[in-house]
């Protein structure tokens, strides 16, 4: 009986926090990759995961000062190939000069991503 009511609050918790199957695990904003010259930011994070907890990052471009060149393509890429891997949210778009990149993990799993904004 424990193990079962283990297993519901598990699934509860995925379900309740927005980390369905509906949700993409990549995102990409390149609606012209001709016009994504310049790669301007480029990261790989690799977290490993806890038992029974997410692994967060936020991501910001520019990190410092600014930047004057608008944004022409935005690409995060979910290396993990397993199923396993992490979610990516976004605060900005092309045509800006700035974005913020939310990265989650699901539930007692790593992050594992590449990261790359083009001017």
């Given at each position: 009986m424990k193990h079962i009511l283990f297993v519901a609050i598990v699934v509860l918790l995925n379900t309740e926090l927005g980390l369905g199957a509906n949700m993409?695990?990549?995102?990409?904003?390149?609606?012209?990759?001709?016009?994504?010259?310049?790669?301007?930011?480029?990261?790989?994070?690799?977290?490993?995961?806890?038992?029974?907890?997410?692994?967060?990052?936020?991501?910001?471009?520019?990190?410092?000062?600014?930047?004057?060149?608008p944004i022409t393509c935005i690409m995060v890429k979910d290396l993990a190939k397993d199923g396993q891997g992490g979610y990516a949210t976004v605060d900005g778009n092309v045509g800006g000069n700035s974005v913020k990149i939310y990265l989650r993990s699901q539930l007692g799993q790593g992050l594992h991503f590449s990261v790359a904004v083009y001017t």
């Open positions: 993409p695990h990549d995102y990409l904003d390149c609606p012209d990759p001709t016009k994504a010259a310049t790669m301007i930011f480029e990261k790989q994070v690799q977290r490993a995961g806890r038992w029974f907890r997410f692994i967060e990052e936020t991501i910001s471009f520019p990190e410092v000062g600014i930047n004057k060149d």
